[in-house]
């Protein structure tokens, strides 16, 4: 662990044990999003602020040595292109765009199997927010403000008034 | 082939996302993939001309599920959409040589086709504000591809005034939802003609016509359009002339007036005078422009408030003379901006008073800016000079003599602005001499050239009759056919 930038020890050390806990909690609620309050996007938002956590604790390279830019990017993609084969599987095997195609028997009515495509489909779902949150998160503390012209003389003039 | 109809939005949402997957490592792909997903859209839309039907998606019936809805308006929609974003895209895969990341620019081009395509054929309210969002932002994003100043200033002043229309909408939207109760246009329709227009259902009305005022660029909500459709690439700019405008402003102020709300007659007279305020104001700000781009923007606002005007007539003629001119101010209008996208790709220039002579050296966008100027400003035997005949006829057979006079000025005023282009740009001499530092690509001139044919097969619409033209009659008929039924 690099101990040169981000915040202090203590908020270093709480994100180090806190980490995998969030993202662990965020899987939950992205699983049981049929049965629990919760679903893809609160689960996918919630792994996303495990990450986000670590870019604020420790800088963007350590959040980058978790999950880099280019796989979030492909990640991104890839989770929405996943939405959207298990769409076209129902117009595949049921005949229908966007039909549950995977059957559910009485039984199983409150367990995780009561659902059929809608557990993938929140899987789905949770990566492609995880992923472009996180995106959003890193774009957005990558912006610099460039002040040219009659703004950088303002500043400058400021600076020199005592 | 109902199953097509999902298609039109699963296909570009498949494209755009796959895109920025693979491309970083084959630079063919974004090309490949971009045209060929608008080639099978535009084929697919050429075939589900004439088709009607109703999309459960996932198998749910209509109140439970998402209806998608196809009719005649949703076909030439569709088929506008698609057609224009065929040669858009066409016209791309040179012209986006002059920018970086075109997997990017591609991406966010399907975004956009897939986001009016699902306005296009849901039945659904707020799957309508969903994918408006997709389009609209991935539009934003377009707009300021450049990433320069004038670009990225252009992009958030139309940023801003995009998220002000698309918040009205929303209230509109939760207003109506909380007064029927549904999301469903047909349920909504049926609920709405049991309570009546109530003072909710008004209030909803007046925030509809102005956010999608505000998405159509009707005067007095145009402020944006002047500043964003000419920052954009040329291509983009001609999509989002041509029909984004139409797609998630016109269309669906018609489609929820005249089968949602039911059309009466204050409503159809705030069209007519949206209409003929945008009409006026926006060919007289044209005038002055010499930036090319700049002033097709300004006749845009001008022609989409000749659309409003015959939509606000209500009568079948006019109907058949607002959505023909839709249809054909969508092809002359991107045809116009491709042609300053290629006068700007050879010279790099797009100001008239630095150009002149273009007709020499840029003899096939020479000719077809001809066309295209000829059609807007409705020189018979063209595509713009029959819609405008309609509606004119249509103002006139049903009593606003003043409206025919309005539109038969404004035409003439158009007219003298595209003289003015076709002077400085095309036939005077340059002030100085041009450097002409690339030549056309050959798949630019093919999409200019497809766009300058419709313009005149177009005309041919009108040999079954002034009030019928082939295609629009049956989106007439599907306007005119009064609110959904359950």
């Known amino acids: 662990m690099a101990a040169e930038g981000g915040m202090s020890l203590v908020v270093k050390t709480v994100t180090r044990w806190l980490k995998g806990l969030i993202f662990l909690f965020g899987m939950y609620i992205m699983i049981y999003g049929h049965l629990t309050p919760g679903g893809g996007f609160a689960g996918g938002v919630i792994c996303a602020s495990a990450f986000i956590l670590i870019t604020l604790a420790y800088g963007a390279p350590e959040a980058y040595r978790h999950l880099p830019r280019g796989a979030a990017e492909k990640l991104d993609s890839f989770g929405a292109l996943t939405f959207l084969i298990i769409a076209l599987l129902g117009l595949w095997f049921a005949g229908v765009f966007f039909r549950n195609f995977i059957g559910t028997s009485p039984e199983s009515h409150f367990r995780l199997t009561s659902a059929g495509v809608i557990v993938p489909c929140n899987l789905a779902i949770g990566l492609k927010v995880l992923s472009s ?13 460039i002040v040219s012209g009659e703004g950088r003389r303002r500043i400058e003039r400021r600076r020199h008034t005592p | 082939m109902i199953h097509a109809i999902p298609m039109m939005v699963v296909l570009p949402l498949a494209g755009a996302f796959f895109i920025p997957m693979v491309s970083r490592r084959a630079a063919w792909v974004p090309d490949a993939v971009g045209n060929a997903v608008m080639v099978v859209l535009a084929v697919i839309s050429f075939g589900l001309i004439g088709r009607e039907g109703i999309y459960h998606v996932g198998g749910w019936p209509t109140p439970l599920g998402i209806d998608l809805r196809l009719d005649g308006l949703t076909a030439i929609l569709l088929l506008a959409v698609n057609g224009i974003g065929l040669c858009a895209a066409l016209f791309s895969v040179s012209y986006m040589e002059l920018y970086t990341s075109k997997f990017r620019y591609y991406s966010l081009f399907l975004f956009m086709v897939a986001g009016m395509n699902g306005v296009i054929i849901t039945g659904d309210l707020f799957n309508l504000y969903v994918f408006m969002e997709i389009a609209a932002i991935a539009s934003y994003a377009l707009v300021a591809f450049g990433c320069e100043h004038e670009e990225l200033e252009a992009s958030f002043k139309y940023a801003v005034l995009g998220g002000v229309a698309s918040s009205l909408i929303l209230i509109g939207i939760a207003v109506v939802y909380m007064i029927t109760g549904s999301l469903n246009m047909a349920q909504i329709a049926d609920r709405i003609q049991t309570i009546g227009l109530t003072p909710p259902i008004l ?30 690439p040329a291509p983009v700019s001609a999509m989002l002339s041509g029909v984004l405008i139409k797609a998630i402003g016109v269309y669906v102020m018609a489609r929820l007036f005249f089968n949602v709300f039911g059309p009466t007659s204050d409503l159809l007279a705030v069209m007519r005078l949206l209409g003929v305020l945008s009409m006026v104001i926006g060919v007289l700000l044209a005038v002055g422009q010499w930036d090319m781009k700049r002033l097709f923007a300004y006749h845009s606002i001008s022609q989409i408030g000749y659309v409003m005007l015959g939509l606000g007539l209500g009568t079948p003629l006019g109907l058949a003379g607002g959505l023909f001119h839709l249809l054909n101010h969508s092809v002359f209008k991107s045809l116009l901006f491709l042609n300053a996208g290629s006068v700007e790709y050879s010279t790099g220039r797009r100001n008239l008073k630095q150009l002149g002579g273009m007709a020499r050296i840029l003899p096939l966008t020479g000719g077809t800016t001809l066309v295209a100027s000829m059609s807007i400003g409705g020189v018979p035997p063209f595509n713009g000079f029959w819609s405008k005949l309609i509606i004119i006829f249509a103002c006139i057979r049903a009593g606003f003599y003043g409206l025919a006079g309005w539109a038969v000025l404004v035409s003439v005023i158009t007219l003298a602005s595209f003289l003015k282009v076709l002077r400085y740009g095309f036939y005077e001499a340059p002030a100085e001499k041009l450097r002409v530092e690339r030549s056309m690509a050959p798949l630019m001139a093919v999409a200019l050239l497809l766009l300058a044919i419709s313009c005149l097969a177009m005309s041919l619409f009108v040999v079954t009759g002034l009030e019928s033209p082939v295609l629009v009659d049956r989106a007439v008929e599907a306007l005119s056919a009064g609110v959904f039924g359950m």
């Open chain 1, 133 to 145: 949150l996180f995106l959003v998160f890193v774009m957005l503390s990558a912006l610099h403000i």
């Open chain 2, 203 to 232: 209030l909803a009305l007046c925030l509809f016509v102005a956010g999608f005022g505000l998405k159509a660029a009707l005067v007095p909500f145009h402020a944006w359009l002047p500043d964003a459709h000419p920052s954009a």
